[in-house]
Nanobody, 126 residues
Framework: QVQLVESGGGLVQAGGSLRLSCAAS????????IGWFRQTPGKEREFVTG????????YYARSVKGRFTISRDNAKNTVWLQMNTLKPEDTAIYYC???????????????????WGRGTQVTVSS
């Protein structure tokens, strides 16, 4: 079973940047598409971005396109989410998720993903 651990969250002012990491516990990570989701209290988990197993394909939610960048290094079993020009509405718990099915990286549905991390809090102050 793959374990995913997020890190890099914190408190930042609007307009600032953060870089989140998602580290996996084992080498089969390289065969998984990875997605980032976020969630605020009382709301459903929201798709942010996804990257395919090789890193050659990415997909972004409209709300973050042009501000966030997802990347991965399979040799390091790590995916990163670079978040720039942060807004207060980006405040949420951010989760990374792994999926072994083809085409997961552009799926906005959390139910398609098999493995989840525990999340990292991102707070953007105005």
């Amino acid at each position: 079973q793959v374990q995913l651990v997020e890190s890099g969250g914190g408190l930042v002012q609007a307009g600032g940047s953060l870089r989140l990491s998602c580290a996996a516990s084992e080498g089969t990570f390289s065969s998984f598409d990875i997605g980032w989701f976020r969630q605020t209290p009382g709301k459903e988990r929201e798709f942010v971005t996804g990257i395919n197993w090789s890193g050659g394909k990415t997909y972004y939610a409209r709300s973050v396109k042009g501000r966030f960048t997802i990347s991965r290094d399979n040799a390091k079993n790590t995916v990163w989410l670079q978040m720039n020009t942060l807004k207060p509405e980006d405040t949420a718990i951010y989760y990374c998720a792994g999926c072994s099915k083809i085409g997961c990286y552009y799926s906005t549905s959390p139910s398609r993903y098999d493995y989840w991390g525990r999340g990292t809090q991102v707070t953007v102050s105005s």
